[in-house]
């Protein structure tokens, strides 16, 4: 039984000023718990779990510690309007530097705000085996809990930075810079990559002046029919799928 100080403690973490201040965040459903506890990172620190989802996964949980809940206590802890079997505590990842940019693949948003395009970018990304992301500021916050779950567990492989995006870019020497825009080149004429950085706008204003002068190649997903624009996440599938 849940006492009701751990309750509220719980729930603070929806706020991000909170999560930022304990270094943690809420990982929820059997998909995204299993998947961090699978991972080994050892970033899970608590499971709050029904009875036969703690039974099931015995194996799984080792040494971490889990406390055995009920329905009503789960609806209570839970972000999900319909709660799915477990809650964890999961510690936040040491990610502070991006890493080496040459030889692999690199995702740059800025200003992607809507949680679910950040959490299902993420999960793309794991797709194309893209092992990094490097964010602006105004980009939604990765331990949103929409953003976590949308990640189907990507969030434990995909590494994702927040820096000044435009400084970060010029320091990227000796790599070319591509840029999602509507007036670029045909993305279906351009050669597959093993290397460089994509960069992605705002949902609605694209990418902003300061960012897409720092873009070598500007690509276009060619449009026959009359759609103002595609959503950012379909964008990066189909142009991750092209390159």
């Not at 009875?51 to 009503?72: H, P, Q, R, Y």
């Not at 209570?76 to 477990?86: A, D, E, F, W």
């Amino acid at each position: 039984m849940l006492v009701k100080s751990k309750i509220k403690d719980i729930q603070t973490l929806g706020q991000k000023k909170f999560r930022e201040q304990e270094g943690l965040f809420i990982a929820e459903g059997p998909k995204v718990v299993s998947e961090l506890l699978e991972s080994g990172s050892g970033n899970v620190k608590e499971v709050f779990a029904l009875k036969d989802w703690i039974g099931e996964n015995k194996k799984l949980l080792g040494k971490t510690t889990v406390t055995e809940i009920s329905e009503k206590e789960l609806e209570r802890i839970s972000g999900l309007t319909t709660p799915n079997k477990v809650l964890a505590i999961v510690q936040q990842f040491d990610r502070r530097t991006p890493g080496a940019t040459k030889g692999k693949i690199t995702l740059v948003l800025d200003a992607v705000q809507d949680p679910g395009n950040l959490g299902t970018i993420i999960r793309i990304a794991d797709w194309f085996g893209v092992e990094q992301i490097v964010c602006s500021a105004d980009t939604a916050d990765v331990y949103n809990s929409k953003v976590v779950q949308a990640t189907m567990g990507s969030i434990a492989r995909v590494k994702v930075f927040y820096m000044d995006i435009p400084v970060w870019l010029a320091e990227q020497h000796d790599i070319q810079k591509y840029a999602a825009v509507l007036d670029g080149t045909d993305i279906t004429t351009i050669k597959k990559i093993s290397e460089g950085i994509i960069i992605f706008g705002n949902e609605s204003r694209g990418i902003s002046a300061e960012v897409l002068k720092c873009a070598d190649i500007k690509l276009t997903i060619p449009k026959k029919g009359k759609a103002e624009s595609l959503n950012v996440a379909v964008a990066v599938g189909i142009i991750l799928s092209h390159l």
